[in-house]
């Protein structure tokens, strides 16, 4: 079975900061694509970043390219997301999802098979 658990949530003031971190379990997660999505209040769940399983391409979404940065290290079965120059609509549950085909990046939340039970993110103004 596969479990994933994010981590590094909290709240922090406009400009600020902080470090997500996904704990995998799964001995196949080295071969996974893994990427970052986020749900606010009364939306959709949205794609944010993704990491391919070697680590050597990335891809973002157009709101946090430039502030944040997504990394992996396949030795530990983590994923990380640092988040900078934090912005109030940066306020979500992040979650971090597996695609297990890995073969090529996809913003699609319908190609990640699983899924943490999320960590909340909150900025303030």
């Known amino acids: 079975q596969v479990q994933l658990v994010e981590s590094g949530g909290g709240l922090v003031q406009a400009g600020g900061s902080l470090r997500l971190s996904c704990a995998a379990s799964?001995?196949?997660?080295?071969?996974?694509?893994m990427g970052w999505f986020r749900q606010a209040p009364v939306a959709e769940r949205e794609f944010v970043a993704t990491?391919?399983?070697?680590?050597?391409?990335?891809y973002y979404a157009d709101s946090v390219k430039g502030r944040f940065i997504i990394s992996r290290d396949n030795a530990k079965n983590a994923v990380y997301l640092q988040m900078n120059n934090l912005k109030p609509e940066d306020t979500a549950v992040y979650y971090c999802?597996?695609?297990?085909?890995?073969?090529?990046?996809?913003?699609?939340?319908?190609?990640?098979?699983?899924w943490g039970p999320g960590t909340q993110v909150s900025v303030s103004t």
């Open positions: 990491i391919s399983w070697t680590g050597d391409r990335t």
């Open positions: 799964g001995r196949s997660f080295k071969t996974w694509a």
């Open positions: 999802g597996a695609d297990r085909k890995g073969l090529i990046l996809t913003t699609e939340i319908q190609d990640f098979e699983d």
